[in-house]
């Protein structure tokens, strides 16, 4: 099991960037890893998913073309660049791991979570 802490999120305008951080506790080689993230009233949401050696990268049809996922696998980092945020991108966003070999849109198959990293839009 890996222990994952997520960072960088706070309060940006509309059309602004954020890069969230997620730092894992072991060598993230071992995880496909994820960004999900909940807005109030909503359920869980797929974000963005990495493979193992980041060849294979997956978004959610409403952040394709502004997000980008990227992992650093000597650090143990994880990170969502998000450009051109829009106020429907407020939400708690959270990191999550599995131990699989494909990146899986339910959030159900991932075992290991961070504590997750509030966003809010706004202007």
């Known amino acids: 099991q890996v222990q994952l802490v997520e960072s960088g999120g706070g309060l940006v305008q509309p059309g602004g960037s954020l890069r969230l951080s997620c730092a894992a506790s072991?060598?993230?080689?071992?995880?496909?890893m994820a960004w999900f993230r909940q807005a109030s009233g909503k359920e869980r949401e797929f974000v963005a998913g990495?493979?193992?050696?980041?060849?294979?990268?997956y978004y959610g049809d409403s952040v394709n073309g502004r997000f980008g996922i990227s992992r650093d696998n000597a650090k143990n980092m994880v990170y969502l660049q998000m450009n051109s945020l829009k106020p429907e991108d407020t939400a708690v966003y959270y990191c999550a791991a599995r131990s699989g070999d494909a990146v899986s849109r339910s959030w159900n198959d991932y075992d290991n979570w961070g504590q997750g990293t509030t966003v809010i839009v706004s202007s």
């Open positions: 990495v493979t193992r050696r980041g060849s294979g990268v």
């Open positions: 072991g060598r993230t080689l071992s995880y496909v």
